[in-house]
């Protein structure tokens, strides 16, 4: 599976945008799916989980509440709806993916536990 992130650009404080992931060479139905974003200078942050057999979402603290991760199994796509951006929002974001679909332990907050990881879209978001 292959994932590709899409949807970024520049944004004024208080916008919305929709991110999408399509993944491609592969179903991603049964996959744990997860954003991060990185913005410069930083590690990579936890911003939202789905899993889709259950319903199950998480989100980070700092987007909880404005951003929220939705999917499309016909489509294969997975998406990042965020309201009421703020200029510490910018960074680029991921999507990963991974087949376990448990979320005990966190598992899902830390990147380096993805097993695929796509390219990342920019998000810039101006005062």
């Known amino acids: 599976v292959q994932l590709q992130a899409s949807g970024g650009g520049s944004v004024q404080a208080g916008g919305s945008l929709r991110l999408s992931c399509a993944a491609s060479?592969?179903?991603?139905?049964?996959?744990?799916m997860g954003w991060f974003r990185q913005a410069p200078g930083k590690e990579r942050e936890f911003v939202a989980f789905?899993?889709?057999?259950?319903?199950?979402?998480r989100y980070g603290n700092s987007v909880k509440g404005r951003f929220t991760i939705s999917r499309n199994n016909a489509q294969n796509t997975v998406y990042l709806q965020m309201n009421r951006l703020k200029p510490e929002d910018t960074a680029v974001y991921y999507c990963?993916?991974?087949?376990?679909?448990?979320?005990?332990?966190?598992?899902?907050?830390?990147?380096?536990?993805?097993?695929?990881w796509g390219q990342g879209t920019l998000v810039t978001v101006s005062s």
């Open positions: 990963e993916a991974d087949r376990r679909t448990h979320y005990d332990s966190f598992w899902y907050r830390r990147s380096v536990e993805y097993e695929i």
């Open positions: 060479g592969g179903s991603i139905i049964e996959h744990g």
């Open positions: 789905s899993v889709w057999s259950d319903g199950t979402t």
